[in-house]
């Protein structure tokens, strides 16, 4: 029973959970009424906009057997960034290509230092974690940073309850998500992804030039973290410095739910959309429920543990 078991977690185990979990709040006479309503549903794919195109970037870090610890960091800065530029009249292309650029930048910087100085993945993110975040802070001069009317403020928008069309955010994060899945399918970029995930060593005597992918790999998460950043900033309609702390455990949370491995090597894109579904339903059913903001983050973190828990269970209860 235990390898049948094993096995459906592992093929079937995201989809179940996000089906639990929408039926447990769907339970209660006081939420079902709205929770079910697709307004309602409208709203949840929104809230996981964030953290489903941050999720996507992560998939490629795990995948490739490292972590990024400053995605919300990453995040505050791009939205701070860009919320400078609108104020200074940079139209919506021009504000979105530097905050990907911005993102990308931040990721290469991780990337060179941790594939090319050779050092860990966790203690590198972590320092830039806090780089990120103060630098935000300086240049909003630690206060939220106000700018006139932008076409990027409707991105996030689910006004006009009786509407059916889904905000552009929800679009852009499906096309993405769709694109991420057959690059790291169909890709050599992608096979070379989970190879150095398996085994950095092997796949450097293959020929694998494990050092260069890896930087890539991360520039390439620093433009998501950076859209995300964007659509971060779409949301609240201004740049806020303090904004996403603690981004990174629901980004991480999402992927080793959707079947990731922490160990890397393992990991789909499909995966870590239906995990930040999870923790998109989470957090909205706790909000309707009534539930305080201490509880909530109890939740949160009892599902990162258990995140933790499924990923070793995948793999056999192997460290």
């Given at each position: 029973?235990?390898?049948?078991l ?54 490629l ?100 309850p ?29 096979r ?32 998501f ?46 995966g ?48």
């Amino acid at each position: 029973m235990t390898p049948l078991l094993r096995a459906i977690v592992k093929k079937g185990g995201p989809f179940i959970g996000l089906i639990l979990v929408i039926a447990i709040f769907s339970a209660p006479s006081e939420t079902r009424g709205y929770f079910l309503t697709y307004h309602n549903f409208k709203i949840i794919l929104t809230q996981s906009v964030i953290v489903t195109i941050g999720s996507l970037g992560m998939t490629l870090i795990i995948v490739s057997g490292a972590i990024d610890l400053s995605v919300g960091s990453v995040v505050a800065l791009t939205g701070v960034s860009s919320a400078l530029l609108l104020q200074h009249g940079w139209g919506a292309a021009a504000t979105t290509l530097a905050a990907v650029a911005l993102g990308g930048l931040i990721g290469l910087v991780n990337g060179t230092a941790v594939a090319g100085l050779r050092m860990p993945s966790f203690i590198i993110t972590l320092g830039m974690l806090g780089i990120a975040r103060g630098t935000a802070k300086w240049l909003a001069d630690n206060q939220t940073v106000s700018y006139d009317t932008s076409p990027i403020n409707q991105w996030m928008t689910t006004a006009n309850p009786s509407g059916r069309a889904l905000p552009a955010g929800v679009w852009v994060a499906i096309v993405l998500a769709l694109a991420t899945s057959l690059f790291l399918k169909k890709t050599v970029f992608g096979r070379h992804t989970f190879a150095l995930g398996s085994n950095e060593a092997a796949a450097r005597l293959c020929g694998v030039p494990t050092v260069r992918l890896q930087i890539m790999v991360f520039a390439l998460a620093g433009c998501f973290f950076g859209l995300s950043g964007l659509f971060q900033l779409s949301r609240l309609r201004l740049g806020d410095p303090t904004v996403a702390v603690g981004l990174e455990l629901d980004i991480i949370a999402a992927v080793i739910i959707g079947g990731a491995s922490l160990s890397g090597g393992a990991g789909t894109v499909l995966g870590s959309v239906i995990g930040a579904l999870i923790m998109a339903v989470l957090r909205n059913g706790s909000q309707q429920m009534g539930w305080p903001n201490y509880f909530q983050e109890i939740i949160i973190g009892v599902v990162i543990i258990a995140a933790v828990f499924l990923d070793r269970f995948r793999r056999g209860g192997k460290a």
